[in-house]
């Protein structure tokens, strides 16, 4: 087992940060709530994140950006006042080496989609008449108001689509990518081990009825399983407060490069669109907190998850500085080796499960929230202006009672 441990490490080592991320998408008719889900657990080189609304259009939008992105050229996952939602995994099989240099615009693409579509078909439409190259290589997520969900595998000069709602390609109600295609090259590409992960933990949860918005933002997003070496988080959790130990994290699924953690929760095709909630935690997911995040015409956004043009988020910001805590080795390869006992630990002190109580009062008021307006039909913009006031002071005196930050 520790030849098998070694040689993975050294692997894996040499590959870059890159733009790796783990996602997925849940059909509405297999959720608990009867509304698709569209997830993306970012893993980047930028790892300032923060919320940003825009209204270049007809229609306004909400979006993860990079904090330094100062005009939002690019974004990562969001949606849109039509209930249209989008995000991607980079894919390393798809494109041939010699086809063209023209590449890295898939945040502009997403950004210009989400202005322009409303619905998946739509997206279709959007990819087939776009100039090409597209300068793309990735497996774009989309859902929208209508119920549709799919992952279209996308290179520079076409796609494959993959619908959620079709049984023999999901069976189960969900599909999953990581940092390859399924319509790419064979074993090329990054993510296997990732996306054998995150398959097992949602084949889990599945079979137990309990596909739902919870059981991502509180399992998924918070995973340090790794099936090949063959642990996961129940074992970390039973290690002494007091005794240091270093993990390899470079192929979970919370990595050193984890920048956030995003599920757009869709509506039912009975309720109206602006019900759509993107609930958010950004910064580094085992040290940041969840905070649902609805559009409006007035722009209005938490402002823990907001800043000025290139400075980053306060949510994030105390997030970066509690996972260098959990980093604490600062040479050599030390950034793919956490520290578990900073995450979970026996004496249940770790910070991870200090912020538990704290992300189970943003999530539960979150949601009665959003289940009140649900009845009414609608959002109403005073309260969710309150609502985002209890966020932003809860947020931050927790941290600062918490962690002094």
């Known amino acids: 087992m520790k030849r098998l441990i070694a040689f993975v490490i050294l692997l894996f080592m040499g590959l870059s940060a890159g733009y790796t991320c783990t996602t997925a998408i849940i059909s509405g008719k297999y959720t608990q709530s009867g509304r698709p889900l569209l997830w993306k657990h970012r893993d980047t080189d930028y790892l300032k994140n923060k919320v940003a609304w825009f209204n270049e259009g007809s229609m306004w939008a909400v979006a993860l950006v990079d904090s330094e992105d100062e005009q939002y050229k690019n974004i ?3 949606y849109n006042s039509a209930g249209f939602a989008i995000m991607n995994s980079a894919s390393y099989n798809l494109n041939e080496q010699d086809t063209t240099d023209y590449s890295g615009k898939e ?3 997403m950004k210009e989609a989400l202005l322009q579509c409303k619905t998946v078909d739509e997206f279709e439409q959007f990819l087939q008449e776009h100039k090409k190259p597209l300068g793309v290589e990735a497996n774009f997520g989309v ?5 549709n969900g799919a992952y279209f595998e996308t290179n520079n000069y076409d796609y494959t689509k993959y619908s959620v709602n079709n049984k023999k390609i999901a069976p189960h109600g969900y599909l999953i990518r990581s940092n390859y295609s399924f319509s790419g090259r064979p074993n090329q ?7 054998e992960t995150a398959s097992r933990i949602f084949y889990r949860a599945s079979g137990g009825d309990r596909l739902s918005l919870d059981f991502i933002l509180n399992q998924a ?14 074992d970390l959790k039973n290690i002494p407060e007091e005794q240091d130990n270093y993990y390899y994290v470079g192929d979970c699924i919370n990595r050193y490069y984890s920048s956030s953690s995003v599920v757009v929760q869709g509506v039912k095709k009975s309720e109206t669109p ?3 909630t993107m609930w958010s935690k950004v910064g580094y997911p085992l040290s940041s907190v969840v905070v649902p995040v609805w559009g409006s015409d007035q722009g209005s956004l938490p402002d823990v998850l907001t800043a000025p043009a290139g400075e980053n988020a306060p ?5 970066l500085a509690l996972k260098d805590r959990m980093f604490p080795m600062d040479r050599g390869h030390g950034d793919y080796y956490i520290n578990t006992t900073r995450v979970y630990n026996a004496e249940n002190t770790g910070i991870t499960q200090k912020l538990a109580p704290l992300n189970r009062k943003t999530f539960s008021r979150g949601q009665k929230k959003l289940n009140g307006w649900r009845k009414e039909g609608q959002i109403d913009p005073e309260e969710m202006k309150q609502f985002y006031q209890w966020i932003d002071q809860t947020i931050q005196q927790q941290y600062q009672k918490l962690f002094d930050l």
């Open 107 to 109: 945040g502009i693409l």
């Open 315 to 319: 949510l994030c910001k105390k997030a």
């Open 143 to 147: 859902i929208d108001a209508q119920g």
């Open 189 to 195: 590409g990054e993510g296997y081990i990732r996306y």
């Open 274 to 276: 602006e019900l759509t």
């Open 76 to 78: 990562w996952i969001g």
């Open 221 to 234: 997003s918070k995973s340090l399983e790794n099936p090949l070496i063959g642990t996961d988080n129940a």
